[in-house]
């Protein structure tokens, strides 16, 4: 059965950095891309970007590049998301999903893992 | 970057009736890289529709999807009460993106 388990929910202040991670079990790890989406509270879906875990090759959207730092771990079927300095913005739900690499569809979705931003 | 616009943005309708959701792109999409999601409260997003029209495994086939170039469509057949959620469509491009969201609920 594949299965995409995310880390717990975090509060954090803002200033502060977070890695949160995506841990795939039940398939190849390095045949599928990992995709990380955001959802703000009661907002629709926003694609932040893609990483190849075969490569750690990673791709953003203009909206996101620069802000989060996307990496993956395939020794441990791990993918990351990452933030040197929150702000009171970022607090959302925030998704991984498993990306199939000729639909572009993300196929299979973690629990997501709410962060909390604030002072 | 693709612009999707969903529409309607709220779709009232009872159990058993047709629900037809439309999704335009600001410049053509290749259809093998059109999705469909459906989000109920509280859950993460579910893949129901890729290549505009490949039904996800799993997925009723109540759901459809057509379309091509900038004109995409999910067609639900017959709703059923478990389908009353948020649907999504997406593209796969240069940099992905989503629609914003059609609400399909209980007239």
């Known amino acids: 059965e594949v299965q995409l388990v995310q880390s717990g929910a975090e509060v954090k202040k803002p200033g502060e950095s977070l890695r949160i991670s995506c841990k795939g079990s039940g398939y190849s790890f390095t045949s599928y891309w990992i995709s990380w989406v955001r959802q703000m509270p009661g907002k629709g879906l926003e694609w932040m970007g893609r990483i190849d875990p075969s490569d750690s090759y990673t791709n953003y959207s203009p909206s996101f590049q620069g802000h989060v730092t996307i990496s993956a771990d395939k020794s441990i079927s791990t993918a990351y998301l990452q933030w040197s300095s929150l702000k009171a913005s970022d607090t959302a739900m925030y998704y991984c999903?498993?990306?199939?690499?000729?639909?572009?569809?993300?196929?299979?979705w973690g629990q997501g893992t709410l962060v909390t931003v604030s002072s | 970057e693709i612009v999707l616009t969903q529409s309607p943005g709220t779709l009232s309708l009872s159990p058993g009736e047709r629900a037809t959701l439309s999704c335009r792109a600001s410049?053509?999409?290749?259809?093998?890289?059109l999705a469909w999601y459906q989000q109920k409260p509280g859950q993460a997003p579910r893949l129901l529709i890729y290549g505009a029209s490949s039904r996800a495994t799993g997925i009723p086939d109540r759901f459809s999807g057509s379309g091509s170039g900038t004109d995409f469509t999910l067609t639900i057949s017959r709703l059923e009460p478990e389908d009353f959620a948020v649907y999504y469509c997406?593209?796969?491009?240069?940099?992905?993106?989503f629609g914003q969201g059609t609400k399909v609920e209980i007239k």
């Open positions: 997406q593209q796969y491009g240069s940099s992905p993106t």
């Open positions: 999903a498993r990306t199939d690499i000729w639909s572009g569809s993300l196929d299979y």
């Open positions: 410049q053509s999409v290749s259809s093998s890289y």
